[in-house]
């Protein structure tokens, strides 16, 4: 079998508990615009600390969801806060096989994610400025935009809590839509221009999130031909 993440590079950053994996070789560039999403209780079931295949289980129409947004030329990069890695439920190799898994699952034969960035680190009430990666932080976010030459402020992002719509306002990306979720908070608008949406599904989620990229391009093609 091949490596898990084989076509991704790695970089480790220590002192954030974190990794970035992204796609050694592109297809194409990206339009400086991309769709981050959570993995857990967006892609598949949350069903806590998800470390292995056995528990994946993906929501239903991701897969078709995700495979619409790469047709839409629209790139796809995951932001998971993976504390069981901090706290040694599994290790990075276990979660390097449940992200390929999963990859693996929504296309056999194409790339489907241009980035995947995790935070092991496991949270601590006591060292909140520690914590600029793990999410509601913005750093895995502002990695990943570093890293492919993103502009923030054309990408959405999709999660179910509350610290994913937070990081991505915190990062300054255009909007994010959160899967409502009885369990989880709803947040009010954290920062001017930040467009905070909600849908009941993840794939009518990751639905919104692309169409809102697509309307955006759409509006900025049309200014420079106007
Ligand atoms: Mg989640």
Sequence with gaps: MLKPLAGYKRQEYEKFHSRIYWRRERQS???QEILFLDRDGVLNVDSGYVGSIRQVELLPGVINAIQFCRRSGIFVALVTNQSGIGRKYYSWADFELVCHHIEQSISKDAPM???IAA???VPNPDLVEEF???KPGPGMIQAICDRLELRADRCWLV???LSDVEAAARAGLAGAVQISDPRSKR?????????????????DAIALAASSILRQRDLRDRKVYE
């Design 29 to 31: 560039r990206p339009r």
């Design 113 to 115: 994610f241009e980035a």
């Design 119 to 121: 935070c092991a680190q």
């Design 132 to 134: 600029e990666w793990r």
């Design 159 to 161: 999660g179910d809590r």
């Design 187 to 203: 947040a009010s608008p954290a920062s001017t221009g930040f467009s905070h949406l909600y849908a009941d599904e993840a794939a």
